[in-house]
């Protein structure tokens, strides 16, 4: 058999390394699956909404092995993955979606109908999400694998980007997705609220999406200074100045933005 470890909520403030079960091609409940893959991981994540179940601010039950940002190798395969080989190096995303339901159909997997018993959407290692292992672990199962799999086309190119890489089963595209359903387009001038991981994915997203201007707001100093150093535009919220007076600024428009009076 082989040994698996993985990072385990003991409840708040407290996580813990331990052994836990290898993967079975099984789901939560207990039922045999044959669309699913066990991935050695070769890279993850540590969110910022897993610090909030480890802090104990959620209902999260004690034994959930975190983890929903993953990077793996395919090792095992399902009789029923048919677009995956044994060796693919493969991305996660962060939700577990089946890929058949309506929702799914309907591009909506965050919410998929099939993965979670208790509520739509299901995540790996995440409270109330169904019940899926996570991956901040040395191997994990992802069902419906052939529809939730990203492949990585050249194996050699990724494993030297995989720290870059590993945003793509989360961070990246919720920054990118929020920059897309912003309306972001050429000449484009954004302001995005955080300067934390998901914010500089929105802002760099933004670039992409050929924003003329991108300013991004946060009151933690270093955070902001890693932003200018990207080349933002920095909106200091620590300070007495107004946001839109700081916006204005940067825009060389002192009235434009000004708030109204009643």
């Not at 990118?176 to 050429?186: D, I, K, L, Q, R």
């Amino acid at each position: 058999m082989i040994e698996n470890r993985g990072v385990v909520y003991l409840g708040g403030g407290k996580v813990e390394v331990q052994s836990i079960s290898y993967p079975k091609m099984q789901d939560p409940r207990g039922r045999k699956i044959e669309h699913g893959v066990i991935l050695r991981v070769v890279s993850t994540n540590i969110c910022g909404s897993d610090q909030h179940m480890v802090r104990g601010r959620t209902t999260a039950q004690t034994g959930l092995v975190l983890g929903h940002e993953i990077t793996g190798e395919v090792i095992e395969k399902g009789s029923d993955v048919e677009n995956l080989k044994i060796g693919d190096l493969v991305s996660v995303p962060f939700n577990v979606a089946c890929g058949r339901c309506r929702s799914c159909k309907e591009m909506h997997t965050g919410v998929c109908l099939s993965v979670n018993p208790a509520r739509p959407g299901g995540a790996y290692g995440y409270v109330d999400m169904g019940d899926w292992t996570g991956g901040q672990s040395e191997y994990a199962m992802v069902p419906y694998a052939d529809f939730n799999l990203l492949k990585l086309p050249d194996r050699d190119r990724a494993m030297e980007k995989i720290r870059d890489l590993t945003c793509l089963s989360d961070i990246l595209p919720t920054g990118y997705h929020g920059a897309v359903t912003a309306g972001v387009g050429p000449g484009s001038t954004v302001y995005i609220a955080g300067a934390g991981p998901v914010g500089l994915a929105a802002a760099a997203s933004a670039r992409l999406l050929g924003a003329a201007v991108v300013i991004i707001g946060d009151v933690n100093p270093i955070r902001l200074a890693h932003a200018k150093a990207q080349g933002f535009e920095i909106a200091d919220l620590s300070t007495d100045t107004p946001l839109h007076e700081q916006i204005a600024a940067l825009l060389g428009n002192q009235k434009s933005i000004a708030p109204s009076t009643p």
